[in-house]
């Protein structure tokens, strides 16, 4: 009898085994080419950024360095992408431009994201005269066009990095605070948050423990998405001359300086450009992949 019964135990269909979220979420992502793509360039753009020292043929190019028998030199093999009006080699200053878009990317972001989700949580679950005024300034701010309120900030303050971050941060934590904002009105009439309150949970408790965590996803996918915004916006103010003094490298002003010789130096306009191409790229289309993995709309 004994037999029979394991026999057919042994017979019958293992018991499908219950995925995660977590494992459905990343099966989502790396089966999305473009996400994958996306986290490469991302990835290979920090570390470029990080090891520009290592990997710049001409590393001292960086600097003031001036050789104007090399200059406007066309890409060859000992300079890969040409040289500059003074006969510094692109390709260099290039790679160390990456480390000036990342930074601008860290100050604005580590900055804005945390002021426009705190704002977004406290509008959204306190409602009353909080909310209104919250919400009113938001859209106030929201009103300004960003270019001419960092266009006017710049012209006021000195052209160096930390002001064109003020400049940008200035605008950018609003689109946080109303997608924040949106969430926080949806979960807080859940009937969960309205048991922790009826537990005496503080009301600290339920806005960082409770609804913050519903919040990470889109928080996620919008930061990485405002990434390549950010980078494309601090590469135009340094295009209008607002960003950092030369002869620091940015990615904005090399187009800006190259620009001047076009069509016949090509080269001084193409290596950096399409270095924002290629950066603008990654962010956005690992923002998508997040976005489908999260299963979330920002």
Known sequence: MSAVSSSSAALQPAAPKVLSARYMAWYRFSRNPAAVIGAFIVT????????????????????????FRARHLPPDLEYLAGTDKVGRDILSRTIFGFRISLLLVIGVLGVSVPIGTIL????????????????????????LPPLVMALAIGNVLEPNLTNAMISVTLLWWTWHARLVYRVTRTVASEDYIEAARLSGASHMHILFREILPNCVAVISVKTTLDAAYVIL???????????????TPDLGSMVADGRQYLPDMWWGVLTPGFAIFYATLGFNLLGDGLRDMFDVEA
Request: hydrophobic share 50%; net charge neutral.
């Open 44 to 67: 290979s753009v920090i570390l470029i950024a990080v090891f520009a020292p290592l990997i710049a043929p001409y590393a001292e190019h960086v600097g003031s360095v001036v050789n």
């Open 233 to 247: 916006f601090g590469a135009s103010l340094s295009f209008l001359g607002l960003g950092v003094k030369p002869p």
């Open 120 to 143: 977004g949580l406290v509008s959204g679950y306190a409602g009353g005269m909080t909310e209104r005024v919250i919400t009113g300034l938001t859209n106030i701010m929201l009103a």
